[in-house]
């Protein structure tokens, strides 16, 4: 089964408060990608550079930054592939942000 891990920080999460090698993901993307679990994945730029895109009455809403406002901010995701849900968890529990962050863990659907 296919799940989409959600990467994020709380509103003040700030790099410069971490060790690099607290912050290095890349261990775990490699580790993730030999055992053929982990399909893609990317960090994302600030929610201050997003744009959202909402339709009412037929025409586009365009406005910049969050819709919403939340302290959790998603900084980056991962698609990985697992058998069921407790190794999508032993995974995400891995990721080097689940110790300064949070990880959520959400299937595709199918059917």
């Not at 090698?21 to 053929?36: F, K, N, S």
């Not at 998603?74 to 968890?89: S, Y």
Request: net charge negative; proline share 6%; hydrophobic share 35%.
């Amino acid at each position: 089964m296919k799940y989409l891990l959600m990467i994020c920080t709380d509103g003040t999460f700030d790099p410069a408060d971490h060790k690099p090698d607290e912050l290095d993901a890349q261990p775990w993307v490699d580790e993730m990608t030999r055992r053929g679990i982990r399909s893609t994945g990317n960090r994302l730029r600030a929610a201050a550079d997003a744009t959202t895109v909402r339709v009412r009455d037929g025409e586009p809403l365009i406005s910049d930054g969050p819709f919403v406002e939340t302290k959790e901010q998603m900084g980056g995701f991962d698609i990985i592939e697992c058998g069921d849900l407790d190794e999508a968890i032993e995974v995400a529990s891995k990721h080097p942000m689940a110790k300064l962050g949070m990880v959520e863990v959400r299937p595709f659907w199918t059917g």
